[in-house]
C-alpha cells in the first residue's frame, strides 16, 4: 500500500511530502500552544509580581531574539560563496532578498500584533483578554476567503463561531481568583475598553498574518530564515518606536530586575526557536483557520494550569461546558479543512491531464489546418 502525498505541500526538491506532515503540523501547533500557555503566564507574573510594564520594549527585546536563528543561514551562504557553489539552488538568505518586500510586509504584521497584543495585557484581565482574542481565527477564516481563494464552507464557520463561544464561556465566566496578597505585586490590572480595542486589533494583525504566511512562504526550509529576518525588522523599526514610547511618555522604559529579566529572556528564547520550527511549519502544512482555531486550546490549557497546578480558583459547570465546546470545534474545523484540503489536491491533480488534452487537441487542431493553409 503506497503512502499518500500531499500535493500542495512540496519540499525543497518539489517532491510530494508524505501525508504525515499533517500529523507532524498539529504536533508542532500542540507545541505552539503550550508555549503561548507558559508565555503569557510570564508577562502576567511580570507585570503584576515584579511590577514591570515596559511592555513595548519587552516585546521588542524578545522578538529581537529572531535574529539569532539567521546566524547558520549567514554561515552557509557565506560558504556557497566562497567555494564557488553559489551558482547551485538559491540559499535561503537568497529566498529573502528575492521576497525581500514581502518578508518585510510580514515582519511589521508579526511585530505590530505582538506589541499590540502584549500592551493590551496591561489594560484587561487575561480571561475578558483571551476571550477577545479568540476573535482572531474569525478574522483568519474571513482572510482566507479574501486573500487564499477559499472556499465559505458552513461547517468550518461554525466551528470558528464555536471556538468563540466556548472562550466566551471559560474566560468570562471564570469563578473568583484564590488570591494570596504575598504573591502579588502593588500593580492591579483593570479592564477598559482601550484593552479590548488593542486585543481586537492584535486579532486582525494575527489573522492577516496567517493568512500571508500561507499564501507567500511556501516550503518550510525557509521557516527559520523569514522569522530570524523578523527579528532584524524588530530592531530596526522596533528600537525606535520604544524611543518614541519613551520620550513621548506614552510608556517609560525601565531596566527590569534580574528575576524578571531572567523570565523575560528564557520566554525569549523558547518563543524564538518553537515560533520558528513549530509555528512556521503549522502555517505550512495546516491551513490558517485550522492553526487559529487550534490555537483557542490555550483557553482550555491555561484553566487547567489555573486550577491544577497554580490553585488559583475553582471551576463551574459553564466551564466545563466551554471547554468542551472549544475542543469538539478544533476537531470539527480540522476534519472539516482536511476534506477540503483533500478535494483541492485532487483538482490540482486533474489539472495536468487537462492541460495536456487541451495541449494534445490544440496541436491536432494545427496540423489539421495546415495543409489546407498550404492550398
Not at 511590577?51 to 527585546?61: D, I, L, P, R
Request: proline share 3%.
Amino acid at each position: 500500500m503506497g503512502i499518500e502525498t500531499v500535493t500542495d505541500r512540496r519540499s525543497c526538491c518539489g517532491i510530494p511530502l508524505p501525508k504525515s506532515t499533517i500529523i507532524l503540523g498539529y504536533l508542532c501547533l500542540t507545541a505552539v500552544v503550550l508555549q503561548w500557555v507558559a508565555s503569557g503566564f510570564v508577562a502576567q507574573t511580570v507585570f503584576t509580581i515584579f511590577n514591570y510594564q515596559s511592555t513595548v520594549a519587552q516585546t521588542v527585546y524578545n522578538l529581537c531574539f529572531y535574529s539569532v536563528l539567521l546566524i547558520p543561514h549567514i554561515v552557509s551562504h557565506q560558504k556557497a560563496k566562497r567555494s564557488g557553489q553559489h551558482e547551485q539552488p538559491s540559499s535561503a538568505i537568497d529566498y529573502v532578498l528575492e521576497n525581500k518586500w514581502k518578508v518585510l510586509g510580514l515582519g511589521c504584521i508579526w511585530l505590530s500584533a505582538q506589541v499590540v497584543y502584549v500592551m493590551s495585557l496591561l489594560y484587561s484581565s487575561m480571561g475578558k483578554n483571551t476571550a477577545v482574542s479568540s476573535s482572531s481565527s474569525a478574522f483568519s477564516f474571513v482572510f482566507s476567503i479574501l486573500i487564499l481563494g477559499y472556499q465559505f464552507r458552513i461547517v468550518s464557520a461554525l466551528g470558528v463561531l464555536g471556538t468563540i463561544g466556548g472562550v466566551v464561556m471559560t474566560s468570562l465566566f471564570r469563578p473568583e481568583e484564590i488570591v494570596d496578597p504575598s504573591t502579588t505585586g502593588d500593580f492591579e490590572i483593570v479592564d477598559s475598553a482601550q484593552g479590548y480595542i488593542m486585543a481586537v486589533s492584535a486579532a486582525v494583525c494575527f489573522g492577516l498574518f496567517s493568512c500571508l504566511f500561507k499564501k507567500w512562504i511556501k516550503e518550510d526550509k525557509y521557516g527559520g530564515v523569514v522569522f530570524g529576518s523578523f527579528g532584524l525588522i524588530s530592531l530596526v523599526i522596533g528600537l525606535p518606536l520604544v524611543l518614541i514610547c519613551h520620550f513621548t511618555g506614552l510608556q517609560t522604559v525601565a531596566v527590569p530586575g534580574w528575576q524578571a529579566a531572567l523570565l523575560i529572556t528564557l520566554d525569549a528564547i523558547l518563543c524564538c526557536f518553537v515560533n520558528n520550527f513549530c509555528l512556521s511549519r503549522a502555517f505550512i502544512y495546516l491551513t490558517p483557520v485550522v492553526v487559529l482555531v487550534g490555537l483557542s486550546m490555550t483557553t482550555p490549557l491555561s484553566i487547567f494550569v489555573d486550577v491544577v497546578i497554580l490553585g488559583k480558583s475553582a471551576y463551574s459547570a459553564l466551564n466545563v461546558v466551554g471547554v468542551c465546546l472549544i475542543i469538539l470545534a478544533v476537531l470539527v474545523v480540522g476534519y472539516d479543512q482536511n476534506i477540503y484540503e483533500k478535494k483541492l489536491d485532487a483538482a490540482k491533480a486533474q489539472s495536468p491531464t487537462r492541460e495536456q488534452t487541451t495541449k494534445e487537441e490544440s496541436s491536432a487542431a494545427t496540423t489539421d489546418s495546415g495543409p489546407c493553409s498550404a492550398e
